[in-house]
Nanobody, 126 residues
Framework: QVQLVESGGGLVQAGGSLRLSCAASGRTFSSYVMGWFRQAPGKERDFVAGISPSERTANGDSVKGRFTISRDNAMNTVYLQMNNLKPEDTAVYYC????????????????????WGQGTQVTVSS
């Protein structure tokens, strides 16, 4: 069983920055693929970013060049640095873990992740 706890969400003006953190339980965190997804009201849950155990990363098209995912295996934590935030980035952001191996590339589909956090709200005002 893996528990994921997100933090760092909040209210920010357009053009601003936030850093989300996700602390994970489990002794084999370094072997997990970690991902961030977001869901706005009335919309589907969308892929934001993912990072593999070897630190290969992938980003959703809407956040490329603005968001960066990273991980600290010593702290069992994954981060999402969000810069140049836009009102359309407003959503609940979820951390997810994929604990089984299928590929060295970060998974981008929600169904591939088997553990999820409770989410943290990010609101970007115009």
């Amino acid at each position: 069983q893996v528990q994921l706890v997100e933090s760092g969400g909040g209210l920010v003006q357009a053009g601003g920055s936030l850093r989300l953190s996700c602390a994970a339980s489990g002794r084999t965190f370094s072997s997990y693929v970690m991902g961030w997804f977001r869901q706005a009201p009335g919309k589907e849950r969308d892929f934001v970013a993912g990072i593999s155990p070897s630190e290969r990363t992938a980003n959703g098209d809407s956040v490329k060049g603005r968001f960066t995912i990273s991980r600290d295996n010593a702290m069992n934590t994954v981060y999402l640095q969000m810069n140049n935030l836009k009102p359309e980035d407003t959503a609940v952001y979820y951390c997810a873990a994929k604990t089984y191996y299928t590929s060295s590339y970060p998974a981008t589909a929600a169904y591939q992740y088997n553990y999820w956090g409770q989410g943290t709200q990010v609101t970007v005002s115009s």
